[in-house]
């Protein structure tokens, strides 16, 4: 089969050509194969009488040079298939001759896409990229991520994801895993002591979660192909004992908070924290009351109506307390904002303040220490007084923070023993008995005393 070149050109590359007959008549039919005009040249040679001809091995060799023997002899035969079968025509040799110089360009294709989908399926089960994405997806920055009931997540929820988020990837420096199928029990353990070492029980239980709800979404996206065993996580009950204590203010001491002479942002501060002891709600709920929360039943009791942050639920709150009446109306019902950090940090020192007046504020208690302090504590920056069996305590006033005055609104209820569990959770927005009860904080004698008082001069039988 004879190769010809059809261009002008001098230099540079130029496509072959071969020229079968279709009947009778020869036509031109481009091969699709580059050839360099220079190496095409030295094909031909000047015989004795100086007339120019090619050779047909120097044409040869070039082409076994250029890999193009095969595919040439390919289509020679293919040509002579399509003749001896009737049916050589324009179209069936054209696409021949693209079926056979394309094949192998196809085939780096196939196998392009083939690296590229197996490095999109090793990016999609990479543990680290994914949960990146995830949290992502929380701020909307990625394809939203949802919870179990395709639900945005909270504020309070995000705040969590980004605590594990962070001690993830510490972790993760000292143990990588390829794919989500290599986190196995032995890695979860793993995991569960790196956080037992640094943090509280309760901030354990949350991470432990964070971890298995993203190893399930891992499982329904595909990208983990191994069902999670039940026993792959513990999920340890978490007692007052592993928590750092959690208080509550009497009504002697929120009468005094309520008469400090306080000024500028200490004020705002004091008077927003009475505001969630005389609402029990979430510092989410009770920084956010406006004059549109407020309004009246069909009996004409004043009542703020909010839907809260954290779970959504709508909650109706009577206005039947004086000083709640008062503080509303100090602020023309919309709260002074206030930002959480500096919240906490000012409702502490106004605490401190008003021990010197009020003493039950400086009783000391025990508690254990957040991961912060530990460190601080090892490190020698920070010291902390104990008591004779070895438990750090402190000062009441250290431990009131913004949620100090959802359990104080919430237990003061309680020991009033006016209102039903049902109404209070009511109040408190809570669906779950088990849930409301962990906010009781009254002590052993504030149970001793609602005993007694029970009894009255019957005594106990």
Known sequence: MRLYTRTSKKAGTTKLYIKPKFGKTPTWLNTG??????????????????????????????????????????????????????????????????????????????????????????????????????????????????????????HNSIKIWGQFHRIFNEFYRSHKVATWDDVDKRYVEKFSAHLNKKYLPSTYVRLISCLRTIMGRAFDDGVRTKQIPSDMFYRPTVHAQDKAAEIYLTNEELDALFNMELTGLKEQVRDLFLIGCYTGQRFSDYSAITKDCVGTTAKGVPVLRLTQVKTGKSVVIPIINDKLVFLLEKYDYTVPEVVDVVFNRYIKCICKQLSESVPSLATLVPTLLTKTEREAEEAGRMTFERDSKGRVIKPRYQLVMSHTARRTCITLMHLSGKFTVPQMMSVSGHTK???FFKYLKQSGDDDANSVAVAAGEDGLF
């Open 433 to 435: 008995p088990e849930t």
């Open 33 to 154: 194969l580059d050839v360099s005009l220079t190496d095409w040249d030295k094909t031909f040679s000047l015989d004795e009488e100086n007339n120019l001809f090619q050779s047909e091995v120097k044409v040869n060799n070039l082409m076994r040079k250029l890999g193009y023997d095969k595919k040439l002899q390919d289509i020679e035969n293919g040509l002579r298939s399509l003749r001896d079968a009737n049916n050589l025509t324009i179209d069936t040799a054209n696409s021949l001759i693209e079926t056979i110089v394309l094949a192998d360009v196809r085939a780096e294709q196939e196998k392009q896409q083939e690296r590229l989908q197996k490095a999109v399926d090793a990016q999609r089960k990479d543990v680290k990229l994914y949960i990146d994405n995830y949290i992502k997806g929380l701020t909307g920055e990625e394809v939203n991520s949802l919870t179990k009931k395709q639900q945005e997540y909270k």
